[in-house]
T-cell receptor
Framework: KAGVTQTPRYLIKTRGQQVTLSCSPI?????VSWYQQTPGQGLQFLFE???????NKGNFPGRFSGRQFSNSRSEMNVSTLELGDSALYLC??????????????FGEGSRLTVL | DQQVKQNSPSLSVQEGRISILNCDYT??????FLWYKKYPAEGPTFLIS?????DKNEDGRFTVFLNKSAKHLSLHIVPSQPGDSAVYFC???????????FGQGTRLTINP
């Protein structure tokens, strides 16, 4: 069973540009979450999508956006990149319905460097 | 405002001994807690979880303890093995695991 796949794995952008990251969840998983990992901050929740709808949102500016397609694949976009956006962006998928507990399955992440 | 804190950035333990990783939280609405392990260049992998209605959960060498009054949880690894060397993240949620709040992580090194 294939795991969570994230593309690209590494990318370098300059300030002011925008970036789109992609995530393919485990087959059958309908929930996709995105997290940002930076040194010293741990993993910070960006947003979660379920059946093409954003169900939860973290405390990030509107430059960070996402969407989910009918096949559960998800993309996140960061516009007007800032140096502080340099981070590892992790996608996680799960079966979960609202209120359920259970594990998230993470991808290997997309490492973004903003110069 | 860090709602989940792992105050030890790193921990070094001898192989075969017990590793104890600690985590504190401030939000009394959290009702589900998890530990994830992360190796370099890989995504975090789920290790063990505990619901707030319990105070202990065991899975092989891993045990998680929850002290709700102190808003504290800990992960015990016995015996520690070299393959346990990784970064360990504590996470918490209030009503489902769709939105987890993570700690900063503790880098555990098991010395042979």
């Amino acid at each position: 069973k294939a795991g969570v796949t994230q593309t690209p794995r590494y990318l370098i952008k300059t300030r002011g540009q925008q970036v789109t990251l992609s995530c393919s969840p485990i087959s059958g998983h309908r929930s996709v979450s995105w997290y940002q990992q930076t040194p010293g901050q741990g993993l910070q929740f960006l947003f979660e999508y379920f059946s093409e709808t954003q169900r939860n949102k973290g405390n990030f500016p509107g430059r960070f956006s996402g969407r989910q397609f009918s096949n559960s694949r998800s993309e996140m976009n960061v516009s007007t990149l800032e140096l502080g956006d340099s981070a590892l962006y992790l996608c996680a998928s799960s079966h979960q319905l609202a209120g359920d507990t259970g594990e998230l399955f993470f991808g290997e992440g997309s490492r973004l460097t903003v110069l | 405002d860090q709602q989940v804190k792992q105050n030890s950035p790193s921990l070094s333990v001898q192989e075969g001994r017990i590793s104890i990783l600690n985590c504190d939280y401030t939000n009394s609405m959290f009702d589900y807690f998890l530990w994830y392990k992360k190796y370099p260049a890989e995504g975090p992998t789920f290790l063990i979880s505990i619901s707030s209605i319990k105070d202990k959960n065991e899975d092989g060498r891993f045990t998680v303890f929850l002290n709700k009054s102190a808003k504290h949880l800990s992960l015990h690894i016995v015996p520690s093995q070299p393959g346990d060397s990784a970064v360990y993240f504590c996470a918490a949620s209030d009503g489902g695991a769709q939105k987890l709040v993570f700690g900063q992580g503790t880098r555990l090194t098991i010395n042979p």
